[in-house]
């Protein structure tokens, strides 16, 4: 509570002091849909469409009671947005059985990076629907909705109406996997930091790209610190940690990707003129569960909550939800006890209640750059000033 009064008192500080902000007409966006891209943070169940994966238990268990193709017990970030501008949560463009598309669509999968990955599932880590492909897929989209709107009936009603797309929000999380599927490969953290500029070259193109097909109003996550994760600590055991215990060259490397991000928009900010272009730092508000968890309600923030084996009960061979036979018994790896009370879901991914805590924190545009709430965020006037 007492950091949500801090952002209060810096909002009030920022309307007051800046007057540009203060003298302009600040109504809340009035989006009518939501058009994600992006990996396992914001599928909804892409990945679960196509490959199956995750379909069992106790994915989903908080919130929706069942398996959705979330990686996490409940909700994630993209929901809490989806719910805050009163949408309902958003189906996958991959999943044709009822989905609706009146209020937008996620493209979204799993493992999906921004460049062209090296090898794909199932046989590699990476979705074959990384950036360039889902930027195809929304085009298609469009052109698609246009001829069903025309041929009318019920699956007209399904359709987000043609404005929409200009008038819509584009939010995006991607980028981590790019790191991360190197560092299982046995990419060197120098390696990391020098792929970054391509990288962040090709997510600008494709921001761009979404620009010339109309988007106009741009939410874009970086990535989050990747040494505090499960996943990283188990595969490298003897990097050095921090004094949290989280892997010091790897949140460096996240870090960098993210300093090159912010630049790149900024940049890209001063070129397109009608757009409005938001980053977002959610590198801040996620490692603060890890450096003070008990400030919001979080204990052991680097232990997996649904895995199993070794220091941070995570093991890449062992996923959530599976049957394991060790010592001649049956395991089922379930979840713990109270995942609201675990900051780490299956040892990449976070609870809904961490996802809750970020989303609260990154909405208020604290964490931006500039620093726009996300109801606000259609206002180019306040991006440029």
Known sequence: ????????????????LNPVFATTKTKACDFPAIFNFGASNSDTGGLAAVFGVPTSPPFG????????????????????????????YLNAYLDSLGSNFSHGANFATAGSTIRIPNSIIPNGRSSPFYLGI???????????TKFIRHQGGLFARLMPKEKYFSRALYTFDIGQNDLTIGFSNNTTIEQAKDSVADIVNNFTTHIKNLYNLG???FWIHSTGPLGCLPAILTKFPSAERDSYGCAKKYNEVAQYFNQILKEALAQLRGNLSLASIIYV????????????????GFEQPLITCCGYGGKYNYDDGVQCGTTINANGNNIFVGSCKRPSSRVIWDGTHFTEAANKVVFDLTSTGAFSDPPIPLNLSCSRNLTKS
Do not use: C, H, W
């Open 134 to 144: 889902q930027y195809i897929q929304f085009r298609e989209f469009i052109s698609k």
């Open 281 to 296: 730092d959610v590198y801040t508000p996620k490692y603060s569960l890890f450096s003070n968890p008990k400030k919001y």
């Open 1 to 16: 509570m007492e950091f949500l009064s801090q952002i209060s008192v810096f909002m009030l500080l920022f309307t007051t």
């Open 61 to 88: 268990e908080t919130y929706f009671r069942r398996p959705t193709g979330r990686f996490s017990d409940g909700r994630i970030i993209l929901d809490f947005i989806a719910q805050n501008f009163g949408f309902p």
């Open 215 to 217: 988007a106009r109003s």
